[in-house]
């Protein structure tokens, strides 16, 4: 059995307005029993300082950003900073989300920079990659999935890179409700563990946790994450219902 660290995370998206946010956000405290899996929020920024207030009695429940900018503060309107979600007391932060990358331009660069800012703040970065589905039909898919990692997170030293959670996430499982089977989440994982192994040594891909993300529910939650490598899920839709959301984490 692994002791790598066993995280569910809900990302909200843009979804829920404040009052609808708090009330999820309370009946996932209330609802939650206490466990070892990790269960992080990712709100929308206005809700983080509320939902912060509400879960930070429950022993596993925790605050994720669904992004942040790569600069320290300045003349960047409409931005929020690692510094920002410092002082509201975030833990993580989710960067490079491929709608990020899709709508706003996002880079394995600009994720780069992103992931060292938020390291210095404090903030544990979840960081998303995965291929479209004509890179997986093309047979390219962990080649890409392998740049992304190394571009975005290679430049780190061991000690930095032992803070990161890696979620796979294949584009055309994102709110499609098709899933990766089992066998391809865990093929994935596997390779994912590997390239880290060969980058920063056994010991510290061993205890990195890879999350899988892409139309997990709780129907296909358990067999997915009773995968040898797939220590967890990033949840779109799933996480806007309570009882989907804590179905999942019971998963395990
Ligand atoms: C996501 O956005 O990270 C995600 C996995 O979405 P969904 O679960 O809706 O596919």
Request: charged share 20%.
């Amino acid at each position: 059995m692994s002791t790598r660290k066993k995280i569910v995370a809900g990302n909200w998206k843009m979804n829920k307005t404040f009052s609808e946010g708090t009330a999820l956000a309370e009946e996932i405290t209330g609802k939650l029993e206490a466990g070892d899996v990790t269960v992080i929020l990712g709100t929308p920024y206005i809700h983080l300082q509320a939902v912060g207030a509400i879960i930070k009695d429950h022993p596993n429940l925790f605050l994720a950003a669904q992004n942040c900018h790569q600069a320290a503060g300045g003349a960047y309107t409409g931005e929020i900073s690692p510094a920002m979600l410092q002082s509201l007391g975030v833990q993580y932060v989710i960067l490079g989300h491929s709608e990020r990358r899709k709508y706003f331009g996002e880079t394995d660069a600009s994720v780069s920079e992103k992931v060292s800012i938020a390291l210095a703040h404090d903030l544990l970065p979840i960081v998303c990659v995965g291929e479209e589905l004509s890179v997986r039909e093309a047979g390219k898919h962990e080649a890409l999935v392998g740049e992304q990692i190394e571009n975005a997170l290679f430049d780190l030293s061991p000690e930095d890179f032992g803070k990161i959670v890696i979620a796979y996430e294949p584009v055309w499982a994102i709110g499609t409700g098709l899933t990766a089977s089992p066998d391809q989440a865990q093929e994935m994982h596997g390779f994912i563990r590997n390239t880290l192994a060969a980058k920063y040594g056994d010991e510290i891909a061993q205890a990195t946790t890879i999350l899988y993300g892409g139309s997990c529910k709780p129907a296909n939650a358990q067999s997915l994450f009773s995968q040898p490598d797939v220590d967890g899920g990033l949840i779109g839709g799933a996480s806007l219902k309570a009882d989907d959301f804590i179905a999942i984490t019971n998963s395990y």
